[in-house]
T-cell receptor, first 114, second 115 residues
Framework: EAQVTQNPRYLITVTGKKLTVTCSQN?????MSWYRQDPGLGLRQIYY???????DKGDVPEGYKVSRKEKRNFPLILESPSPNQTSLYFC?????????????FGPGTRLTVL | ELKVEQNPLFLSMQEGKNYTIYCNYS?????LYWYRQDPGKSLESLFV?????AVKQEGRLMASLDTKARLSTLHITAAVHDLSATYFC???????????????FGQGTILTVHP
């Protein structure tokens, strides 16, 4: 089944403790992206990747890192999480950026930073 | 910086009525996407609009794009309860710029359809 998976789905952590949220897609998509969703703010793009080893900042990259060493995986790293990073995170992928290629979204990761 | 604004942000409708959600954006683009999100769920793609005058329809929903006005609309015809959800529009800048892959979402419109 074609899908985008994220792990973990739920995470409660403490300020400053490094964490990684994994994202994997099995559709051989070139484009992958991370978003955070906060009430009243919609979804905001954190980072995106046009292909392997090509990443770029979205609108809210501060406090996050990403890497794209292989096509299927696009992990989101929080080196020193803070409470303002408490949010719902979505990973998404598409064959390429734009055009007829709408994005396929993962199930989401709810992160709480205490 | 690309800005995308939806209105209304909250919409309470009676079943059987028609209404329109508006999505305005601030920069040249002919790549606009509509998504639906049910409570506690992920996002599901509804429409992809790629040119001026594009119109797409699926059931009771119809989306259109006017690139000159930088406006997309999502029209709901004869609403039913199952359409209750949050609807987002999202815009990608046109090809050739440095932000080609940078997708910007509107704030979302929370639609509630009452019997």
């Amino acid at each position: 089944e074609a899908q985008v998976t994220q792990n973990p789905r739920y995470l409660i952590t403490v300020t400053g403790k490094k964490l990684t949220v994994t994202c994997s897609q099995n559709m051989n998509h070139e484009y992958m992206s991370w978003y955070r969703q906060d009430p009243g703010l919609g979804l905001r793009q954190i980072y995106y990747s046009m292909n392997v080893e090509v990443t770029d900042k979205g609108d809210v990259p501060e406090g996050y890192k990403v890497s794209r060493k292989e096509k299927r995986n696009f992990p989101l790293i929080l080196e020193s999480p803070s409470p303002n990073q408490t949010s719902l995170y979505f990973c998404a992928s598409s064959p390429i950026a734009g055009g007829r290629n709408t994005q396929y979204f993962g199930p989401g990761t709810r992160l709480t930073v205490l | 910086e690309l800005k995308v604004e939806q209105n209304p942000l909250f919409l309470s409708m009676q079943e059987g009525k028609n209404y329109t959600i508006y999505c305005n954006y601030s920069t040249t683009s002919d790549r606009l996407y509509w998504y639906r999100q049910d409570p506690g769920k992920s996002l599901e793609s509804l429409f992809v609009l790629l040119s001026n005058g594009a119109v797409k329809q699926e059931g009771r929903l119809m989306a259109s794009l006017d690139t000159k006005a930088r406006l997309s609309t999502l029209h709901i015809t004869a609403a039913v309860h199952d359409l209750s959800a949050t609807y987002f529009c999202a815009v990608l800048p046109n090809a050739g710029g440095t932000s080609y892959g940078k997708l910007t979402f509107g704030q979302g419109t929370i639609l509630t359809v009452h019997p």
